[in-house]
């Protein structure tokens, strides 16, 4: 138990591929914050270690194989780019345009009593455009250069070494984080009030899956996809 609680929550969530599950429900990060030791980790979540410890290996034990937990440190990186690209970066392209829509319709119904509200939507709408070029960023130059160097053929690029995009998209994934964590204090953990409608609900329930999803995206690139391409552009 001492060895798991010392090592950083990026490294766990490497391990053991269900462990970022557990991370979600109990609110630890995992994408942003995965330097971190465990311990210091669950500090600043103001939850016992030994408790989460216990949740990891429950997971570790239960945890049935799928596609999900896949063991993307071995796999191809074309796989892992088409998973992201398939998974992720489709679901936040299908989900933007309804959380507008929703934010939209329960800022103006409920918006003069619940004032947070309107933080939220504005959260949501500069990390929806900021998001909206970051995506377009990985899918024509970042996603492509990494396949092809794979491949053996990389091509001339404009960046010089990979590091110099790798290095933007991550400072881009830190800011979708803070916006993330934003949204979350905003809403009282997404916690609907006694007067939501179901509109309202549905919105805090939408909003609570976007940020599982971001944050299993940015998993996958800080710490799987971005770290194997660096090492494969230094040759090892």
């Given at each position: 138990m001492k060895a798991i609680a010392t090592k950083t929550v990026r490294e766990l969530a490497l391990e053991i591929p269900s462990a970022?599950?557990?991370?979600?429900k109990l609110g630890i990060d995992y994408c942003c914050g995965g330097q971190k030791p465990l311990q210091e980790a669950c500090t600043t979540a103001h939850i016992s270690v030994d408790d989460v410890v216990e949740k990891l290996e429950a997971a570790e034990r239960q945890?049935?194989?799928s596609f999900q937990d896949k063991n993307w440190q071995e796999a191809a990186l074309n796989d892992l780019v088409q998973h992201i690209l398939s998974t992720h970066h489709a679901y936040v392209q299908e989900e933007v345009p309804r959380l507008r829509q929703l934010l939209a319709k329960v800022c103006g119904v409920h918006g003069n009593n619940h004032p947070e509200l309107l933080q939220i939507q504005e959260i949501f709408s500069s990390l929806a455009e900021e998001?909206?070029?970051?995506?377009m960023k990985e899918e024509q130059i970042l996603f492509p250069y990494i396949i092809q160097a794979e491949q053996g053929?990389?091509?001339?690029s404009c960046?010089?070494?990979v590091q110099n995009p790798i290095r933007m998209m991550m400072f881009e994934h830190?800011?979708?984080?803070?916006?993330?964590r934003g949204m979350r204090a905003a809403s009282s953990d997404f916690q609907p009030p006694a007067d939501a409608c179901i509109s309202y609900k549905t919105l805090y329930?939408?909003?609570?899956?976007?940020?599982?999803?971001?944050?299993?995206h940015i998993h996958l690139e800080n710490n799987i996809l971005f770290p194997r391409t660096l090492a494969m552009e230094d040759g090892n």
């Open positions: 970022t599950r557990v991370f979600e945890a049935a194989p998001l909206a070029s970051h995506l053929h990389a091509p001339h960046f010089g070494s830190d800011n979708a984080g803070t916006a993330l329930q939408a909003l609570r899956a976007f940020e599982a999803d971001l944050h299993q």
